[in-house]
Each structure stands twice: as structure tokens, then as C-alpha cells.
């Protein structure tokens, strides 16, 4: 069975109560819940994690090596500054997609450049929670 590892970086931790008008009302625990359940279907284990600290979440890709085949990424606003994060994801060479719920090239221009879009797969940004599902189901397969 594969593993996919599903990874939420800072402040997302506040999701239903933080700017409702970008990031919408469910909790990260509510779209945990349903990546738990499309995951059953898919016939994937998943496993998810989220930190408001950037070393942890070198840490979790770093150990993520010959465990995990898939890894769904929203670094949020390390996105756009985290050298770090994407020499772990270059360094383990686990495909990766990176995920953001609000259109990043619709908002600040700061939020324009992804220093982990180059080392991922592809990019999925603007589609809501669904960005994280459509996402699962491509690493599934
Ligand atoms: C985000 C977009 C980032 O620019 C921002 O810093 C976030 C969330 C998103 O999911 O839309 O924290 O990654």
C-alpha cells in the first residue's frame, strides 16, 4: 500500500477562524478528516502533519526518505522563503506536489515566487481543499 505523507506549514494550524474570505471555514482537522476518507477509498495510507516551524518540517521530509511515496505539501508562507524546505525535498526525491488553497498569483506579489514549485511535481493553487484531494489521487496512482 503506498504512504503519502501530507504536510501543512504555518499559521494553517488556524484554518476556520483565519481570513475566512481567502482560506474558507474548515478546520485543518476537517480537511484532514476527508483526506482521511478519500484515502481509504484510494486504498493509501497517509499520514499528516503540520508546523509553524520550518526545521520541523526539514526534519519531517528529511525522515520521510524510503518510507513515504508521495508527499502533498502547503508550506504556506515558507512557499516563498524556504531554501531549506527545498533542498529536503530535492535531497529525498520523494515526487511532490505543493498545494495552495487561495490563488497565490491573484494576491501579493511577494506570494508570486515558490521556491518549492521547481522541485515538485506540479502545483495546485486557488482550488480551495480540493487542491489537497486532487492532489492525493494523482500521488495514488
Ligand atoms: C497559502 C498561501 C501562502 O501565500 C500563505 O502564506 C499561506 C497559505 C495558501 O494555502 O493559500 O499561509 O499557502
Given amino acids: 500500500m503506498k504512504k503519502i505523507l501530507i504536510i501543512n506549514g504555518p499559521n494553517l494550524n488556524l ?6 474570505e481567502v482560506y474558507g471555514k474548515l478546520t ?10 478519500l484515502a481509504k477509498e484510494l486504498k493509501v495510507e497517509i499520514e499528516c502533519f503540520q508546523s509553524n516551524h520550518e526545521g520541523e518540517i ?6 520521510a526518505q524510503n518510507i513515504f511515496d508521495g508527499i502533498v505539501i502547503n508550506p504556506a508562507a515558507y512557499t516563498h522563503t524556504s531554501v531549506a524546505i527545498r533542498d529536503a525535498l530535492a535531497a529525498v526525491r520523494i515526487p511532490t506536489i505543493e498545494v495552495h488553497i487561495s490563488n497565490v498569483y491573484s494576491r ?10 521547481p522541485v515538485s511535481v506540479g502545483q495546485i493553487s486557488g482550488l480551495g481543499i480540493k487542491g489537497y484531494l486532487f492532489a492525493l489521487q494523482y500521488l495514488s496512482k
Fill in 58 to 63: 526539514v526534519d519531517k521530509i528529511c525522515n
Fill in 15 to 20: 484554518l476556520g477562524t483565519r481570513e475566512p
Fill in 108 to 117: 501579493d506579489e511577494f506570494r508570486h515566487n515558490s521556491f518549492i514549485a
Fill in 28 to 37: 485543518l482537522n476537517e480537511i484532514e478528516t476527508e483526506l482521511k476518507n
